[in-house]
């Protein structure tokens, strides 16, 4: 079978050269174990950091050992009595064509409810960001004005149809292509603009002219900075991503006006999607509901083949993507 390892630890933006594609031999089922063919794999933009020898929430990846993600794959053999063979599971071992897993790290998943594909997307860990960020981090409340960044991505436009079913008063967001914006439009956002063609700062106060009550930022940089100017008294920032300073080579300047925080009464705070497992099943029951009224959706960007999954990360990374960004194996 085939794996992804990490060949080098990229400087800056990752290239092709940072990967390498291999051929292993699988060893045998142990007793509790399962072989799981892979069918999707996730490319997520934490994945950079974890190609860095560097501390962080989670372990960094190890040069020449193959890389791990979310992936979903079908069980062909089980020593396991609770999964059987021809079930579809969710599991950390994506980046390679078969895993070898402990039966208890797999979560067994309903095909019939919704395709694998979205076990990675609206129904898995980017739609739960996207509902943690909103209610748990940024208490968000009905008649909010809401402000995303990379909205046209996985966690982003989910981020917005659900400040919309949650009762925001006027959500808004910023992409990095007219035709990104253009689907924001769709997807429920009232406006969008262009962060690569407007300025930040302008392109927020065009669309929400009497400011802002909750920002979700996937972005940070010139966004966060943009953002505090337009939050309003006792406004609050679900700090979720900075996906503007992942390939930086050197510290990125911090916001500017941060000391706005105190005039108005700001919180901002971070998060990591892991430390709410007490709001999985919540959410769950939420997004299923939402889904069915069809108030929920999430685009997907697929590339095709293990060999293709350096590439899609690499373009993950530079926006190639609409919604989640996925490898079909
Ligand atoms: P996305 O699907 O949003 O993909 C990444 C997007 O980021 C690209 O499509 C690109 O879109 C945008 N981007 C790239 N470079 C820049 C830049 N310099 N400035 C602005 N936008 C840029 O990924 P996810 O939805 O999976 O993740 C979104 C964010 O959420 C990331 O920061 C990620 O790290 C974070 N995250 C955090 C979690 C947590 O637990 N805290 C969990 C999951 C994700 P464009 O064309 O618009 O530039």
């Known amino acids: 079978t085939r794996q992804i390892a990490l ?8 290239t092709s050269d940072n990967f390498r594609l291999e051929s292993v031999d699988l060893p045998e089922l142990a007793d509790g174990q399962v072989l799981v063919r892979n069918v999707v794999m996730s490319v997520d933009p934490y994945m ?13 990846f190890q040069v020449d050992q193959p890389l791990e993600g979310g992936a979903v794959g079908e069980v062909i053999a089980s020593r396991s009595d609770d999964v059987a063979v021809g079930q579809h599971v969710l599991h950390g071992s994506g980046w390679r064509e078969h895993a070898i897993l402990t039966a208890a790290k797999v979560s067994v998943i309903d095909t019939d409810v919704a395709p694998a594909s979205a076990y990675l997307g609206v129904l898995g ?3 739960l960001t996207a509902y943690v960020g909103l209610t748990a981090v940024a208490e968000m409340r009905e008649g909010d004005t809401v402000f995303v960044s990379g909205a ?27 035709a990104k914006v253009a689907r924001l439009r769709e997807l429920g956002y009232d406006a969008g603009f262009n962060y690569k063609t407007t300025p930040v700062r302008d392109g927020l106060r065009e669309v929400a002219p009497d400011g802002i009550d909750v920002y979700f930022d996937n972005v940070g940089g010139d966004h966060l900075e943009a953002a505090i100017s337009s939050l309003r008294l006792h406004g609050r920032v679900a700090m979720c991503g900075a996906i503007s300073q992942y390939n930086a080579t050197d510290a990125a300047p911090g916001p500017r006006n941060l000391f706005q925080a105190i005039g108005k009464g700001l919180t901002l705070r971070g998060f990591i999607v892991g430390q709410y497992p007490q709001l999985v099943g919540e959410y769950r029951e939420r997004a299923a509901g939402w889904l069915a009224e069809g108030r929920l959706q999430g685009d997907e ?3 095709d083949g293990l060999d293709g999954a350096p590439q899609a990360f690499i373009d993950l990374l530079e926006g190639a993507n609409t919604g989640k960004m996925l490898v079909r194996l």
């Open 48 to 60: 950079r950091g974890r190609m860095n020898d560097a501390k962080s929430y989670v372990p960094p």
């Open 152 to 178: 046209a991505g996985a966690v982003g436009q989910l981020v917005g149809q659900i400040a919309r079913a949650l009762g925001a008063e006027r959500v808004v967001g910023s992409a990095g292509t007219d």
């Open 7 to 14: 060949a080098s630890r990229p400087t800056g933006a990752p």
């Open 125 to 127: 860990m980017p739609g």
């Open 301 to 303: 960007t697929f590339r």
